[in-house]
């Protein structure tokens, strides 16, 4: 499985930015797919992660905030961020997992939420 990550960038708090990413490969085998982020001296946290099915499951953080989308006709999952805050500032990572508890990670993409 390989996973493409696009859309990160600057962007001033309030703001809003929409992440992408393409899956391609053994795609049949995930059931899981999702976004993580790694800010500078912090561990990579879960952002939010949408099951085969539409089940998601979203950060307290981010909650009423971001949405977590799959376009499966594009092996696409997207992450629509709105109201972005300074905190929110990381690199965003896209996670496919299978239920044999395989991982597989996308490139990061930087999202900077300053003014």
């Known amino acids: 499985v390989q996973l493409q990550a696009s859309g990160g960038g600057l962007v001033q708090p309030g703001g809003s930015l929409r992440l992408s990413c393409a899956a391609s490969?053994?795609?049949?085998?995930?059931?899981?797919m999702g976004w993580y982020r790694q800010a500078p001296g912090k561990q990579r946290e879960l952002v939010a992660i949408i099951i085969t099915g539409g089940s998601t499951n979203y950060a307290d953080s981010v909650k009423g905030r971001f949405t977590i989308s799959r376009d499966n006709a594009k092996n696409t999952v997207y992450l629509q961020m709105n109201s972005l805050k300074p905190e929110d500032t990381a690199v965003y990572y896209c996670?496919?997992?299978?239920?044999?508890?395989?991982?597989?990670w996308g490139k990061g993409t930087q999202v900077t939420v300053s003014s």
């Open positions: 490969g053994s795609i049949f085998s995930i059931n899981v």
């Open positions: 996670n496919a997992a299978t239920p044999n508890g395989m991982n597989y």
